[in-house]
């Protein structure tokens, strides 16, 4: 079976500009995270999907951010009116249940740089 | 509050050399899982071990080992005649197994030398 797959892989914007992550979870795992990881540093949770649903959106930097899941499995993230500051490797992992429980499976990521 | 500290931020070795990652935790749960991941400079994040707080036999798999005690609140991970392979940044995390979020430590970048 695929993994956790990830788009783009790399992403270059301008300062001010919209840009919408994809992450594609394993197949039949009802869990889904978002982390950021900024260059050397350990990760950042940013948003847990439970299904559909997402129970706590409180990890999310600011109200630029947002994210949704559909069909309980593909996942966005938007950023939007990019910052410099949001440059960073955008981390997407998926489980069979809670992360505290079950191990996640990571995508290779999003390297977003904001220029 | 929960906490993970992995003091080592950086290490570097000599290929065949053992090695042991630190990795200190808190919490105040008595029911607790410990986890090791494991990212390559490919980036991508690995699962290595969970480990849950009733549990404090140590767990070897291959050239991998790790010591889980619970009177100093360390669960150290060991690699033995470490290769070129094992470099890599190693990541520490705890959950109480009802929260959705696990706590990471700021990891360890391990560096093996040829």
């Known amino acids: 079976g695929a993994g956790v797959s990830q788009s783009p892989s790399n992403k270059v914007t301008e300062k001010g500009k919209d840009v919408e992550l994809r992450c594609d979870p394993i197949s039949g795992h009802t869990a889904l995270y978002w982390y950021r990881q900024s260059l050397g540093q350990g990760l950042e949770f940013l948003i847990y999907f439970q299904g559909n649903s997402a129970p706590d959106k409180s990890g999310l930097p600011s109200d630029r951010f947002s994210a949704e899941r559909t069909g309980g499995s593909v996942s966005t993230l938007t950023i939007q009116r990019t910052q410099q500051e949001d440059s960073a490797v955008y981390l997407c992992?998926?489980?069979?249940?809670?992360?505290?429980?079950?191990?996640?499976?990571f995508g290779p990521g999003t390297r977003l740089t904001v220029t | 509050a929960q906490k993970v500290t992995q003091a080592q931020t950086e290490i570097s070795v000599v290929e065949k050399e053992d090695v042991t990652l630190d990795c200190v935790y808190e919490t105040r749960d008595t029911t607790y899982y410990l986890f090791w991941y494991k990212q390559p400079p490919s980036g991508e994040l690995v699962f290595l071990i969970r480990?849950?707080?009733?549990d404090e036999q140590n767990e070897i798999s291959g050239r991998y080992s790790w010591n889980f005690q619970k009177s100093t609140s360390s669960f150290n991970f060991t690699i033995t005649a470490s290769q070129v392979v094992d470099s890599a940044v190693y990541f520490c995390a705890l959950s109480d197994g009802s929260n959705y979020q696990l706590i990471w430590g700021a990891g360890t970048k391990l560096i093996i030398k040829p």
């Open positions: 480990r849950n707080s009733f």
């Open positions: 992992a998926s489980s069979r249940g809670l992360a505290g429980l079950y191990e996640q499976y």
